[in-house]
């Protein structure tokens, strides 16, 4: 589904602040999989999504979503094929708009024509698909969306995105902005929208809990580089004492020493 | 000269629509407005003195500005060139665009030729005074650009368009290429202006390559006059306000410019004052702001 091929991006190359922040970044993301990503702040994650999404063109290396090498492909092209949510609830949504103009703009990717859409029937749908967050926004629907709570905007900004029915979902740290009760609200929409949909999908969490309890693999990132890729029976048996051991081996094999592994380590578990 | 303006207001409020588009929905602050307004103006005169009749002068000055402003919008997708710089050179451009179109003249009159106050004016005949006549033909033609306009952003189209302003980035995640709709956002913009200044010749009775000087000045005092007077979010309200800002604006130069006088403004002080009623509205809504803040934060 996703293909990364010797991937690097470099900002600000040729200048004495260049700084490489992904370097040889080589990944392949299988249909149905459901990858979770962990590193320290400033590993390089967003960063990796933002190549994968196409905000960023990579320095050097090539992307391929569905078998076709997309990395000349503008973001909006790419769009087509990948749901992105962000951590910041305001990112996902026009707040000066009402709830159901925001959810008619996203209930179809692809350029828009001009003929008018939002009808009883389509604000039947949206109703139907609003009840199904358990918010009560379906009693909403002509409000403006900067009325809603934060964890309701996330929330109403995961239905738009399954609704857009993309192939890949990416959620970067998509509950962190949220207080503990509306993330896990959030939480539980994720998990049964990506078995609803059978979404591939690529979740970037600080949550060391969640990055093991959630998905069939995960990635742990670290300055721009994958040191730890877990699936199938391995990643089910894996615990935060045992992912810490894997943590600080590879770090004794690098630097043969523990004082960067207290570092690593202290960065790592929010 | 009450009836007078009003019909100048209408005239103008159909130029701060295309403003209003452009600043407020798209926030792209186009400054091709003053050379499209006089480019509308030009056309229309050109093609009513060719023997054209005023509908196809006035589509053809309507697509003489969509013209115009993807000009400006291409400048700024493709070179990366700020709007701003974008729209100076546009308007720049067509300043000389203007005088060829007139035949490398700077101003040409219509005294002679039907334009379409002179068939208004014709209906009206032992109907009603003419110029009653004239205001209501502005109010309907104000009246249908702005109901299809609402209509417009009742599309799936113009619902993007209301998003783009606000969040670039959930457009772009939605797969549409904001380049796109910036150029079709600023074409119907300048669309609208050129109409507007086809209207403004042909009720003054002349076309002129300077009659867009600081145009976009007044178009923006109208929206942000207009965003004075009524407090609302719903579309069919902001156009609304856009009009009546515009007939405001105008009341209030012509205020300038019959009793100025009295305090030895003349109308050369028209200018500054137009500014200067911006940087009035832009400060009380900052005053409103802040004390806003404040009330809460307390
Ligand atoms: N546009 C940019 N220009 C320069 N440096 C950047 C830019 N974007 C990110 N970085 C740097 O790249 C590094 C990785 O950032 P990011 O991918 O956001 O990390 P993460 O999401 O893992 O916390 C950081 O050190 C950040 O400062
Ligand atoms: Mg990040």
Redesign the pocket.
Known sequence: MIRLENLACT??AGTPNA?T?IKNFNLTVAAGEFVTII??????????F?LISGS?MPTSGRVWIKDQDVTAHPEYKRARYLGRIFQDPLAGTASNMTLEDNMMITCKKGFKWPVISLNRKMRAYFRDQLIHLKMGLEGRMKENVSSLSGGQRQALTLLMMVLSRPAIALL?EHTAALDPRNAAVVMDLTTRFIREHRLTTLM?THNMNHAIAYGSRLLM?DA?EIIIDVSGEEKAHLTVPRLLEMFADIRREAFGNDEMLLTGGRNLGH | MLEGIFVEGLIYAIMALGVFFTFRILDFPDLTVDGSFPLGAVIMATSLTAGQNPLAGLLLAFGGGVLAGFVTAAIHNRLKVPHLLAGILTMTMLYSVNIRILDNRANLPLLRVDTVLTHVAAWAENRIPVEWAALIFFILVVLIIKLALDLFFHTDMGLVFGALGNNEQMVRVQGVNPATLKLIGVGLSNGLVALSGAFAAQYQGFADVNLGQGIVVSGLASVMLGEFIIKSNRIGMLTLRVILGAILFKAIMYLGRFYGYYINMTPNDLKLIAGILIIASLAVTNYRRIRGKGGTAA
């Open positions: 900002f600000d700084k922040v590193g320290s702040n400033g590993a390089g994650k967003t960063t990796l933002n960023l970067d970037i990132m721009g």
